[in-house]
T-cell receptor, first 113, second 111 residues
């Protein structure tokens, strides 16, 4: 199916475990983004990527690692999960050009116990 | 500090009624302002995007206004439907990949 997908949709993990959230888009958009959404707060940017092999930190990058070996995939890894990383994570993509809309995936709800 | 504040936090209206959601921002520099709709358990979906020179933009029953002088925006929903129940998020772009998100207004439309 065309669009932007995330997997898994729900994940429960324990403190200290490594977990990877997947994001895949079929539009060949240059830019991809990872956000987290916490209750009572706006979405906050974790990392973004302007193209394959080009990534940059956002507002809240600590504790997260990203990679982008292919244009269509942008995985987010929590190397050692902490309870404060319990959140809903959204991946987004957009074409080149700052005025273009970002298209969001359905989100991954992550709980760290 | 770059901020986007939305009011009210939540709102309940009856089906068929109109409502207006507010957004105040202190983002600088300003590139554009967007309104998104987020259904429960889904990602945000764009409703409108306005640049500095635009002061009104419509998308069906949704009409957004922008006053760049006072740094205020509003989203007016006309003849609400049950499917309008969602969170509405105001987002201000401060330039290259710099989006500042408001916390959203949660709207519930009751029959």
């Amino acid at each position: 199916d065309a669009g932007i997908t995330q997997s898994p949709r729900y994940k429960i993990t324990e403190t200290g475990r490594q977990v990877t959230l997947m994001c895949h888009q079929t539009w060949s958009h240059s830019y991809m983004f990872w956000y987290r959404q916490d209750l009572g707060h706006g979405l906050r940017l974790i990392y973004y990527s302007a193209a394959a092999d080009i990534t940059d930190k956002g507002e809240v990058p600590d504790g997260y690692v990203v990679s982008r070996s292919k244009t269509e995939n942008f995985p987010l890894t929590l190397e050692s999960a902490t309870r404060s990383q319990t959140s809903v994570y959204f991946c987004a993509s957009r074409p080149t050009g700052t005025a273009y809309e970002q298209y969001f995936g359905p989100g991954t709800r992550l709980t760290v116990t | 500090k770059n901020q986007v504040e939305q009011s009210p936090q939540s709102l309940i209206i009856l089906e068929g009624k109109n409502c207006t959601l507010q957004c105040n921002y202190t983002v600088s520099p300003f590139s554009n302002l967007r309104w998104y709709k987020q259904d429960t358990g889904r990602g945000p979906v764009s409703l409108t995007i306005m640049t500095f020179s635009e002061n009104t933009k419509s998308n069906g029953r949704y009409t957004a206004t922008l006053d760049a002088d006072t740094k205020q925006s509003s989203l007016h929903i006309t003849a609400s439907q049950l499917s309008d129940s969602a969170s509405y998020i105001c987002v201000v772009s401060g330039g290259y990949n710099k989006l500042i998100f408001g916390a959203g207004t949660r709207l519930a439309v009751h029959p």
